[in-house]
T-cell receptor, first 116, second 112 residues
Framework: GAVVSQHPSWVICKSGTSVKIECRSL??????MFWYRQFPKQSLMLMAT?????????EQGVEKDKFLINHASLTLSTLTVTSAHPEDSSFYIC????????????FGSGTRLTVV | KQEVTQIPAALSVPEGENLVLNCSFT??????LQWFRQDPGKGLTSLLL?????REQTSGRLNASLDKSSGRSTLYIAASQPGDSATYLC???????????FGQGTELSVKP
């Protein structure tokens, strides 16, 4: 149990376009989901906490207008990278925690975004 | 502010060796600690979760210990195999539903 599905696994887009990444909890309801960014050879950096039915909470230094988060249902959170630029190229990972697993975290498989 | 440190940053061992990965954290007021594995270009796979009231957890060849008072956790891997090669991350949770704080990871390479 506690599976988190993330799509797409990779995407290439042109500068100036927007890209949407989906994160779904398949077998449990997640009122809160978390979005991370990871640079090569580095650990995960928390970008924002996605709250179902309310606004996301962004970490310091993360542009909320650049990284739009929507958590419209208990099983789906989306991250949209707007007006993407090459410096937005990175590995994005979502996660959720499961009360039934002692609040252990489950992660999606990640999305490799390349902006050209 | 909670800080999590993992030592060593990288480790290379021959197949069959037993090894220990270390994780330390500065604030002992944690809810749980979780060890993850990450293969290149992939997401994180949860290996073991230790509640703050527990001392250790075991799964197969893996054993994780927790000493909350000293702010330390270790991940012991017995009889290492080339398939164990990956980056291992530890993370602490301060309270239910809160943010995970990650260490920088240990990159493990097990040579055949």
């Amino acid at each position: 149990g506690a599976v988190v599905s993330q799509h797409p696994s990779w995407v290439i887009c042109k500068s100036g376009t927007s890209v949407k990444i989906e994160c779904r909890s398949l077998d449990f309801q997640a009122t809160t989901m978390f979005w991370y960014r990871q640079f090569p050879k580095q650990s995960l950096m928390l970008m924002a906490t996605s709250n179902e039915g309310s606004k996301a909470t962004y970490e310091q230094g993360v542009e909320k207008d650049k990284f739009l988060i929507n958590h419209a249902s208990l099983t789906l959170s989306t991250l949209t990278v707007t007006s993407a630029h090459p410096e937005d190229s990175s590995f994005y990972i979502c996660s959720a925690n499961h009360p039934g697993l002692n609040y252990g975290y489950t992660f999606g498989s990640g999305t490799r975004l390349t902006v050209v | 502010k909670q800080e999590v440190t993992q030592i060593p940053a990288a480790l290379s061992v021959p197949e069959g060796e037993n090894l220990v990965l270390n994780c330390s954290f500065t604030d002992s007021a944690i809810y749980n600690l979780q060890w993850f594995r990450q293969d290149p270009g992939k997401g994180l796979t949860s290996l073991l979760l230790i509640q703050s009231s527990q001392r250790e957890q075991t799964s197969g060849r893996l054993n994780a210990s927790l000493d909350k008072s000293s702010g330390r956790s270790t991940l012991y891997i017995a009889a290492s195999q080339p398939g164990d090669s990956a980056t291992y991350l530890c993370a602490v949770l301060k309270n239910q539903g809160g943010k995970l704080i990650f260490g920088q990871g240990t990159e493990l390479s097990v040579k055949p």
